[in-house]
């Protein structure tokens, strides 16, 4: 029980990396809350809300107002966050003269003011407690250049220094803060894009965009939700400031 004692706010914990990181918690002993812009919690959470160990909130974070809404559902309910998980993201598939500026505002509302406006929330009471773990999800794309995500991949450069911006500023109050920077990890994320941008080539983009992790395949969301558990458990004590990638090898040659 890697995380006993310990609870966690996650992000866009309706689907993808970050339901499989609230299960990760959950099975290390941590009570989490799944944030996200759906009524209740994740079908795959219902037997942990209904044992109390997990709770379904409402949130779009990109609405201040939800966003504290929300924060007081968590302290009515007892959840008193000390792990917070920005995970909640958007992609646009485009290059800067295929991005129209709404695409641009739609990706940074979600991924750079959703950390902004949920980190402020939160990081208050984390202080007031003593401490608390910050894992924010940026992206391979936060390192390297990626063809056609132009939006998205400003965006999660963005997101990897207001990490480091923040374990900075608040390293002596017992406040770590990281990242993951995955490379593709098959989600519903990668599904709708191959399907909307990558229409009538669905089958030969996923072979193109496995075979472009050297590891032959994308990554599981199982598979960040294990990093996810080492950086907000007590075990990774004295890592702060820093992004990890999970890439199957990528960057290795680079
Ligand atoms: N899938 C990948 O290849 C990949 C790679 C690197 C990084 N990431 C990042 O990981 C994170 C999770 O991605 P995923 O692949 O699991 O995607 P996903 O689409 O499966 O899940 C994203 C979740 O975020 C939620 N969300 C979107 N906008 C929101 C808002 N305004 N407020 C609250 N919740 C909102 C969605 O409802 C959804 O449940 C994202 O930040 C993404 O950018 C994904």
Known sequence: MRMLGKTALVTGAGSGIGLAIAE?????????????LLDGPPEALAAAVARGEALGVRMDVTEPDSVR???????????????????AGVIHVGTILQTRLEDLRRVYRVNVEGVFNVTQAFLPGMIERGGGVILNMASLASLTAMHDRFAYSSSKAAVMMMTRSV?????????????????????????NYLKTAYAGQEEETFRRFSEYQPVGRMIRPDEIAGMAVYLCSDESQMVTGSSFLIDGGVMMGV
Do not use: E, W, Y
Not at 28 to 35: C, L, T
Not at 168 to 187: E, G, S, Y
């Open 24 to 36: 990760g918690f959950l099975a290390q002993g941590a009570r989490v809350v799944a944030a996200d």
């Open 69 to 87: 809404a929300a924060l007081a559902a968590c302290a009515a309910a007892g959840f008193d966050i000390d792990v917070l998980v920005n995970n």
């Open 167 to 191: 374990a900075l500023d608040f390293v002596k109050q017992n406040v770590r803060a990281n990242c993951i920077c995955p490379a593709r990890v098959h989600t519903s994320m990668v599904d």
